[in-house]
């Protein structure tokens, strides 16, 4: 079956506010084997909505509309389905009455266009929301001589996706034939896009049963593998040994086979050497220790740090000599290995882990340009220094130089 | 005049990808006077496509669509648009050798699927694009009677922003009535949105003539106003009116008055003060610094300071005498005085600013929950604490504590 998705809400149609519903949708649907074909967004006006579906209806077996079900003048998606279908609403009382009794139990006032949230178009099963008050609505039904069905979800993300689990995935199941499908993200971290795909490439295009996925992110690749079969260990297997060549192929430069990110592998590998790390940071100013400490329990193996920004610093808390800095500048090789030594030393860690460059956009010269930046990596026997030249804004510099520095960690523990 | 945006491209109907350049789209557009009334997104197939276009092209007198016109199969934008439309394809031989150029220039292989990128729709302006192989396209002409503008853009962020500014907008503003649009950001901080909406709704509502948009973020409202009217003058002071009175009645809360973030703010005033800023954090782990740093000339008020995620680093760093540690807590209002105060005279700064809490999920107690941060700001003669309680997940929580500790900061320089 193929499926299309409405999001309802004019504030949808502004520069600031984006439907976001339909990604979540959109996996939930492709796991049980149905692709999503169409997604409109439409404001709140009752004929436009109903153009909409009735547009949907003529082109999907399954339309799923998403928002315009609260109780003010603006939400109209019960109004214009029941156009769209040539349907009566019909008011429950009963939906009335538990609305009256959830609005005095909280101490709320009732006001009476509450009670439009209990309309329901004839012949649809409602749909209980425990997040919220605006019900959801099921009606399959026969359209133009073929058999559709149309969902009507609440908007808000925190009612939409437990109601959806709860009482929509196994209804939609029983309308479907049986689907088995399975699939494996796999993460790159520090390789082009290109060069990745020039090399992957001829490996996937050998299985189209697996369908395959590249995101590029600064710094990190991910690749999405899915596949259908007769039975979930068929569709397994399938994937699976595509993941197993691509991971062959890419090597070392696989991080996650799991989805997990850089932070929380970098995590495990220290905690399951029982090493410690802390960071000396310049140009990243706290980028390094905050995706570190984004992972619960990294109080286990991150000690702490310093966000060394003046020269000052970098001397008082990572003890780098000052003759070093005058001879090398800030931005150096041997600036950067003295940052990890020194940190490493006074936080007593295992791992001193430093960045120090030219984030930008000012601040750059002919000898070290925007984008330049040292990472060093010392275990108090031997430094790793690397230098990159990264390209892009001075966000993405910053980021780019994290990613680097974690993923000199991840390698050295692998 | 009504717009409509059709996304093209199929990876953005999977759970993946996001179409992103609406929302810039729709901001330019609303500048011009345009409203967006419908946004599609459809995959990479000629017949959805063109089956799309008409729909559009019946409803709204501008058509935008974004993607599928680079070189591969898959990009079918262009003969879709010809299809709904009935007009033939014609290859501009120009194109084709100004192509082969550009890649004999870089060195790069010309292969004959290229050449496709310069079929142009009969009686189309070739919008030339500066940072792709893919020219966009403008055809206006007469649909059913009624003259409609349609507009092919490259897909790619840095392709389509330039390439719109550059080619597009002085043409749409010259098929335009003059349209005078006045618009203003205020940003809040630390205030909850019903409060808020509360406070400021009663002011508001009483000019219809500005619309407003509340945008709710953790810790941060933005207010979004607009105006329109016969002369750019009488626009702007209809939106400045309204933005007094709401200035007036949140007063202190306000931050910023032309969109600047928080981060600027702080920086603005401690540069206006000749003042300097160090921070130790414990909980938020180098969020503070890093957001502080995200500004462009930020090491000309930012020193550094310290990740003090150890009990050890918080005295190794911050000088935080051991015994208070074993006293009250490393989550403690006294713990976090200390801390502000150490790292303001180690780093030699005009303030220092400190973080303690339970970011969770694990490590609460009932004396000391998931969400309670300790926030601290000295400048050597006095300490000010601020204790909270967050709601929310680690990254909600680190995220409060960090727009507490800066929105501290920025008051004390007000």
Known sequence: MNAEIIAVGSELLTPFRQDTNSLYLTEKLNQLGVEVLFKNIVGDSREHLAEVTRIALARAGLVILMGGLGPTEDDLTREAVADALELPLVRDEAIVEALRKRFSKRGFKFTENNSKQADIISGATVLTNRNGTAPGQWITGS??????????????????????????????????????IASRVLKVAMLGESHCDDRIAPIYRRYPNVQTTILAYAGEIEIHLRARADSLEVAQQRVDKVAEKLEDELDEYVFSRQGESLEQIVGYYLQMRNATVAVAESCTGGLIGERITSVSGSSRYFLGGAMVYSNELKHKFADVPKALIAAHGAVSRQVAAALAEGIRKRCGATWGLAVTGVAGPSGGTEEKPVGLVFHALSNGESTEVVERKFPGDRERVRWWASQQALDMLRRKMM
């Open 143 to 180: 359209y133009d001589g073929n058999e559709k069905t149309i969902i009507l979800l609440p908007g808000p993300p925190h009612e939409l996706k437990p109601l959806f689990e709860e009482q929509c995935l196994e209804r939609l199941r029983e309308h479907l034939p049986p689907a088995f």
